[in-house]
């Protein structure tokens, strides 16, 4: 892989080692409404995901810091945050982001963080710099119930497609059933209980290989 040599030198940083300011956190939150309302089907929430489902999504997808994590639609970096806290180095997390502003910021937050702007649909191309990596774990923050369900399961199979074996994709969602349903000998489907410290409510759902 081209980019071996650069992510391996890379280390984790905590964001300076502090928690966003009061400052910062409306910020995030006018960054999300301001793109919510520009765009519902790349920002599918009004605020930035709470602190307890971040940490849900990462006991769930339990990574391996020895390898390599893919965000996908990481936004603020709520979920690159409890990676970091969870002790994955900033330079093992491939995070796909389509959107200008947050990728500029995950850029300035997470100096280590390896931010790839692309398609999240089409991870052929957006990870070609990454060509054989086998992920230990994949986060989405991504709005799946915002799009066809043809076009989610596309995107869920890709993932699933670049994982070590056994290895899971970690998605969370705000209705009441999964943006992709199991499919017998393909997909694996696994769900946790609501976590109401989030706004909205949210469900994380577990995808598998069987």
Not at 91 to 111: M, Q, S, T, W, Y
Not at 188 to 198: D, E, I, P, Q, Y
Request: glycine residues 10%; aromatic residues 8%; hydrophobic residues 40%.
């Amino acid at each position: 892989m081209g980019d071996a040599s650069r992510m391996e030198r890379q280390t984790g940083t905590r964001m300076a080692g502090r928690s966003l300011s009061l400052a910062e956190l409306i910020r995030d939150e006018y960054r999300f409404v301001r793109g919510w309302v520009g765009n519902r089907k790349s920002i599918g929430a009004v605020s930035p995901s709470s602190r307890a489902l971040a940490r849900l999504m990462v006991k769930q997808a339990d990574p391996d810091p020895s390898g390599y994590t893919l965000e996908l639609g990481p936004g603020t970096g709520v979920f690159t945050q409890a990676l970091i806290d969870a002790g994955i180095p900033a330079g093992r997390i491939i995070a796909v982001e389509h959107n200008d502003e947050f990728c500029r910021l995950l850029a300035k937050r997470f100096p280590a963080l390896n931010v790839v702007q692309g398609d999240a649909f089409d991870l052929d191309k957006t990870l070609a710099a990454y060509n054989g990596t086998r992920f230990s774990a994949a986060l989405s923050g991504l709005p799946l119930l915002s799009f066809p369900k043809p076009l989610r399961l596309k995107c869920v199979e890709a993932v699933l497609d670049r994982l070590a074996p056994g290895r899971g994709m970690i998605q969370f969602s705000y209705g009441p059933n999964g943006p992709v349903e199991a499919i017998r000998g393909r997909i694996a489907v696994t769900k946790s209980k609501w976590v109401l410290m989030n706004l909205p409510p949210a469900r994380v759902w577990t995808y598998r290989r069987p």
